[in-house]
């Protein structure tokens, strides 16, 4: 069973940077990954989107010029760098991930959740004002 586990959340105050890591615990190469977030009382949303290699990356227009996400397949880790945060970013974010095929090519240019079949238990983001 693939497992993904989130870490570098917290809390920081408005303008801040966090940077967020994703483990995969098999060889990352082998899956396209995003990460998602879910703010109390709203739907789960796409943040960013990385393909198998980290040349293609795809990103929200809530989040552009603020937020990077890059992977280290070495490593089997994927970040999301997120700088100027501000309250509406606060959220649990999670990872997620797919082995490749239709639903990684149809994650180069689209946040569907729904091209992403594993996911990590989540890790909260608090911006404070």
């Known amino acids: 069973q693939v497992q993904l586990l989130e870490s570098g959340g917290g809390s920081v105050q408005a303008g801040g940077s966090l940077r967020l890591s994703c483990v995969v615990s098999?060889?990352?190469?082998?899956?396209?990954m995003a990460w998602f977030r879910q703010a109390p009382g709203k739907e789960r949303e796409g943040v960013a989107t990385i393909s198998m290699t980290g040349a293609s990356e795809y990103y929200a227009d809530s989040v552009k010029g603020r937020f990077t996400i890059s992977r280290d397949n070495s490593e089997n880790t994927m970040y999301l760098q997120m700088n100027n945060l501000n309250p509406g970013d606060t959220a649990m974010y999670y990872c997620a991930a797919d082995r490749g095929g239709r639903r990684c090519w149809s994650a180069l240019n689209s946040l569907d959740d729904e091209n992403f079949t594993l996911w990590g238990r989540g890790i909260q983001v608090t911006v404070s004002s």
């Open positions: 098999e060889p990352a190469k082998d899956f396209c």
